[in-house]
């Protein structure tokens, strides 16, 4: 009777070690998340709290994993690296999946997608798309895929680099560049609240934005996706989406 009884608390034992086990990989640590809150309506500060469709997205992704999320800001061109090194979990700053961009991590499913935009202030007549940009100054966002079309239309010289767009979008306001080039929710989200400045021209071909994760980490990658998936069918992006515009 004394030995059955061991072997009850013993199986008993490694059922526990099992659930737990079990839990360990559904929740078992915060998520940490990589932003640049300068990309409204995506991610942005308002009242000090990082908002935005991004954000909204990625706290579903983690209620999904359960687990709890720890959103760090930080300059675009930094989101990357972070990933890269292990200091964090995902990558989510409306980021566009680029062949450069997949040699440093491995990238979700797609979740939106963007077209890069040319702004321009609302009494220029001068600039009508992007053949008038040649020669003239460009401001983008640097690191993001506006920083690269800028460049292969006016020159790297006749670029100017921000860590933010809403800089970008400072120095069209003042005068000191010709154009700003941007993704399209986000100009126009600048063109409504600067009635100042316009979007000209046909739009740059599309790009996907997608969640990065460090290369390699298959069981991470598998879990976004799934929860993008699940998303994508219920409607759920969608309606995050609408609630920015």
């Known amino acids: 009777m004394k030995r059955f009884t061991k072997v009850i608390i013993s199986v008993l034992a490694l059922s ?17 998340v ?5 990309f409204q309506p995506f991610e942005y500060m308002d009242n000090n709290k990082i908002i ?27 989101v990357i690296p972070a990933i890269t ?5 995902l990558g989510v700053a409306g980021l566009s999946k680029t062949p450069d961009r997949e040699k440093s991590v491995d990238f979700s499913v797609p979740y939106y997608t963007a077209q890069n935009v040319i702004i321009i202030k609302a009494s220029n007549t001068a600039v009508l798309g992007k053949d008038s940009l040649k020669g003239k100054k460009i401001a983008v966002q640097k690191g993001t895929t506006g920083d690269d079309i800028a460049t ?12 933010a767009s809403t800089d970008a979008i400072t120095d069209l306001k003042d005068g000191k560049v010709d ?10 989200t600048f063109v ?3 009635t100042d400045l316009k979007i000209v021209g046909n739009p740059f071909s ?10 390699g980490n298959k069981t991470l990658l598998e879990q976004v996706n799934k929860a993008i998936k699940s998303m994508q069918a219920s409607g759920m992006i969608d309606k995050i989406t609408k609630k920015y515009e």
């Open 16 to 32: 526990a070690v099992i659930a737990l086990s079990g839990c360990a990989q559904k929740g078992g640590g915060k998520l940490t």
């Open 34 to 38: 990589a932003t640049n809150a300068e």
């Open 52 to 78: 935005g469709i991004d954000v909204d997205i990625v706290n579903e992704i983690a209620k999904d994993m359960g687990k709890p999320v720890e959103i760090k800001n930080m300059e675009f061109d930094s």
């Open 85 to 89: 090194t292990g200091k964090d979990d």
């Open 152 to 163: 292969g239309i006016t020159g790297d010289a006749n670029v100017v680099r921000f860590p």
């Open 179 to 188: 154009a700003v080039i941007i993704d399209s929710f986000p100009a126009q």
């Open 192 to 194: 409504k609240q600067n």
């Open 206 to 215: 599309s790009e996907q934005y997608c969640i990065a994760v460090k290369k």
